[in-house]
C-alpha cells in the first residue's frame, strides 16, 4: 500500500512535533453493519504513517468500544443501563484495538493500547506515570491508542466524552497540535444540516462567548457518539490552555488527513512548553524544597536537568510528581520543577551519582530527580 506524503497540512499540524487525532464512533463504526471501518481505518493508518515518516509523533484517542460491544452483545436498546454500558465497553475494546492493529499493520507500524480514567490525567503521579509510558511508546516507534478505561469508571468520574478525554492526552504528551475528527468539516456560524446560509469559520484566534454560543448539541444524526460541537470547544479550550492548537475537520474521506480540504484552527494562547512551565512557575503550590550547590544551580541556568549530586538538603514530604522548589545555597528560589522521586527516595539518593540510584533505591524512574522539561526558572 502506497505510504505518500500528505502534501498540504495547516500549518499548526505541519509545524508539530507531536499531534494527538481522535476519532469518534460514527467513523470507527460501519453504521450498516455494527462492525470496525476497516477501509477507513487503514486509510487514517496511512496519513498517520506519512506523519511518522516527517519524523513526528502521533497519538491516537479512537471512540468505539461501545458501538461494537453493543451489536456484539446483542444490546439494541438505544438507552443502556451503567452496567450494561461497561459490559459493551469490556467486548468492544479489544475488538476496537484488534481492528487498528490490523490496519496498521499494513503500512509495518506496531500499536499499544492505553486505557485512561480521569484520575490518570488529574493526580500528578499517575500523570507522571502515564506520560512516561506514552514517551516510551513514542520512542518505539509505536502508535500509543487511547480510549478511556469505561469498563471501571462511573458516570461521576468519567470524562463525559472523547474530545475532552483527547484534549487531557494532548496537555498529557505536550502536543502541539490536536486534530478533532468528525463529521462536519469545523465551526459554523449556526448549525448548517439546520441553517443552510450558516457560514463556516476557518480560524478562531481566540474562544470567548460568541464562539461558544456557535457550538451546537450533540450529533443526534450518527446516534452513536457522545459529543458535538459544543463538546470540541470545550477540549478545545482544554487543549489551548497548554498551548495546543485544535483543528476541527472532517473524517469522512479514506483518508481524512490528506483530503482536510476545510477546517477550523482554533489558536491557543501560549506554545504548548511555555504554557506549561508557565503553570509550574506560578500556579502550583510547591510540596517541599531542595536545596541545591552552586554547580547544580549553575548548571540549571544553563539549561541542564538536575541530578541528585548537586542536592544537599530536602524539606517536606512529597510524592513523585509533586511540584517543589529549587533553592541556592544563599537561599533564594531558582525554580520550581515536578520531581520523579519522593522525598523518601530523594533522601537517600542526595549528592550521588546517577549511577547509583538504582542500586540505593532497587529500582529507578530515570537519571535526573527533576527533567528539564519539568522545570521552571523563576
Given at each position: ?7 498540504s ?6 509545524s508539530?512535533k ?13 453504521a450498516?453493519s455494527g ?18 515518516a ?16 453493543r ?16 459490559a ?8 476496537l ?28 503521579r ?14 518505539l ?29 494532548a ?40 464562539i ?46 490528506s ?8 489558536r ?12 509550574i ?39 513523585k ?29 542526595r ?20 527533567h ?7
Amino acid at each position: 500500500m502506497s505510504l505518500d506524503a500528505i502534501k498540504s497540512l495547516p500549518d499548526v499540524l505541519a509545524s508539530a512535533k507531536r499531534i494527538t487525532i481522535k476519532v469518534g464512533s460514527a467513523l470507527v463504526v460501519d453504521a450498516g453493519s455494527g462492525v470496525a471501518d476497516a477501509a477507513w481505518m487503514r486509510g487514517l493508518a496511512q496519513d498517520i504513517a506519512a506523519l511518522m515518516a516527517q519524523g513526528k509523533s502521533v497519538l491516537l484517542v479512537s471512540s468505539g468500544a461501545g458501538a461494537l460491544g453493543r451489536r456484539y452483545l446483542g444490546l439494541t436498546r438505544k438507552k443502556l443501563k451503567l452496567d450494561e454500558k461497561q459490559a459493551a465497553a469490556a467486548a468492544g475494546q479489544p475488538r476496537l484495538m484488534s481492528a487498528w492493529e490490523e490496519a496498521f499493520q499494513t503500512v509495518s507500524l506496531k500499536t499499544a493500547q492505553v486505557l485512561l480514567t480521569r484520575e490518570d490525567t488529574e493526580k500528578r503521579r499517575r500523570w507522571l506515570n502515564a506520560r512516561a509510558t506514552v514517551d516510551t511508546l513514542f520512542d518505539l516507534g509505536c502508535v500509543p491508542i487511547v480510549n478511556e478505561n469505561d469498563t471501571v469508571v462511573t458516570e461521576e468520574i468519567r470524562y463525559g466524552d472523547n474530545d475532552r478525554l483527547a484534549a487531557r492526552a494532548a496537555q498529557l504528551v505536550r502536543s502541539e497540535a490536536l486534530v478533532l475528527l468528525s463529521d462536519i468539516d469545523g465551526l459554523y456560524t449556526d448549525d448548517p444540516r439546520r441553517n443552510a446560509s450558516a457560514e463556516h469559520i476557518p480560524l478562531v484566534e481566540k474562544l470567548d462567548a460568541s464562539i461558544e454560543a456557535m457550538a451546537g448539541g450533540a450529533n443526534a444524526q450518527a446516534g452513536v457518539g457522545t459529543g458535538g460541537m459544543a463538546t470540541k470547544i470545550a477540549a478545545a479550550k482544554i487543549a489551548g490552555s497548554a498551548g495546543c492548537a485544535t483543528i476541527i475537520a472532517s473524517g469522512q474521506t479514506i483518508r481524512p488527513l490528506s483530503n482536510m480540504a476545510r477546517f477550523t484552527v482554533i489558536r491557543p494562547q501560549a506554545s504548548a512548553s511555555a504554557a506549561y512551565k508557565a503553570w509550574i512557575a506560578g500556579t502550583v503550590v510547591p510540596a517541599g524544597k531542595l536545596m541545591l550547590d552552586d554547580g547544580a544551580v549553575r548548571a540549571l541556568r544553563n539549561g541542564k536537568s538536575l541530578l541528585p549530586s548537586g542536592i544537599v538538603e530536602i524539606t517536606g514530604q512529597f510524592d513523585k510528581g509533586d511540584s517543589v522548589s529549587i533553592i541556592s545555597p544563599a537561599g533564594d528560589e531558582v525554580a520550581r520543577g515536578i520531581v520523579t522521586y519522593s522525598a523518601e527516595a530523594i533522601r537517600a539518593i542526595r549528592g550521588r551519582g546517577s549511577h547509583d540510584i538504582e542500586g540505593i533505591l532497587g529500582y529507578t524512574s530515570g537519571d535526573e530527580v527533576i527533567h528539564r522539561d519539568d522545570m521552571a526558572l523563576v
